[in-house]
Antibody, heavy 124, light 108 residues
Framework: QVQLQESGPGRVKSSETLSLTCTVSGGAISSYYWSWIRQPAGKGLEWIGR???????NYNPSLKSRVTMSIDTSKNQFSLKLNSLTAADTAVYYC??????????????????WGRGTLVTVSS | SSELTQDPAVSVALGQTVRITCQGDSLRNYFPSWYRQRPGQAPLLVIY???NRPSGVPDRFSASTSGNTAFLTITGAQAEDEADYYCNCRDSSADHWVFGGGTKLTVL
């Protein structure tokens, strides 16, 4: 079955750039949107953004100025870059498949598969 | 921008029915999806597309909406349902998605 695995540094310095990669195994990365979501310790989930195999992206307005997402279909991977880090960016970062469903009257998108998450700590 | 509001905590007696709410203007236009998150685990999709359950999710989970409020109902709550529950929905005005703050469900 399709599985997602995040990878990247567990600790990054304040003001630097975080780079994370999500590797998709067991299925093709094409034909789906893919997302990053994060969760500070003890807090709720925050959608960061989504990327499509064409390279098209949408970002959370609160993070848009600092986020870049990209996708490499040849490697079945997609990536997140978040710059100008502060302690507030310390969180577990999840990658997820952003699935779509349409009926006769509506369409909806939802996160049907998730990676296990990777903890990123921003230190000064 | 759009916000989704959830009660921080709800409790239910074992075997009873509990309803978890999610409020927000975007719910007037879009159905939310719902996720369960147990401690130390990644979130798990439990409801999508109005009221559909992924394979493996028990049929005691159901969803509905009314106006700007969405409901996740667990009929006959079990001990393993104790977890945090999040709603998620598209923002009405743009191509981005928002999570509710989450509801911690305690099964007594």
């Amino acid at each position: 079955q399709v599985q997602l695995q995040e990878s990247g540094p567990g600790r990054v310095k304040s003001s630097e750039t975080l780079s994370l990669t999500c590797t998709v195994s067991g299925g093709a990365i094409s034909s789906y949107y893919w997302s990053w979501i994060r969760q500070p310790a003890g807090k709720g989930l925050e959608w960061i953004g989504r990327v499509y195999p064409s390279g098209s992206t949408n970002y959370n307005p609160s993070l848009k100025s600092r986020v870049t997402m990209s996708i490499d279909t040849s490697k079945n991977q997609f990536s997140l870059k978040l710059n100008s880090l502060t302690a507030a960016d310390t969180a577990v970062y999840y990658c997820a498949r952003f699935q779509g469903y349409c009926s006769n009257t509506y369409c909806q998108k939802y996160f049907d598969l998730w990676g296990r998450g990777t903890l990123v700590t921003v230190s000064s | 921008s759009s916000e989704l509001t959830q009660d921080p905590a709800v409790s239910v007696a074992l075997g009873q029915t509990v309803r978890i709410t999610c409020q927000g203007d975007s719910l007037r236009n879009y159905f939310p999806s719902w996720y369960r998150q147990r401690p130390g685990q990644a979130p798990l999709l439990v409801i999508y597309a109005k009221n559909n359950r992924p394979s493996g999710v028990p049929d005691r989970f159901s969803a509905s909406t009314s106006g700007n409020t969405a409901f996740l109902t667990i009929t006959g709550a079990q001990a393993e349902d104790e977890a945090d529950y999040y709603c998620n929905c598209r923002d009405s005005s743009a191509d981005h998605w928002v999570f509710g703050g989450g509801t911690k469900l305690t099964v007594l």
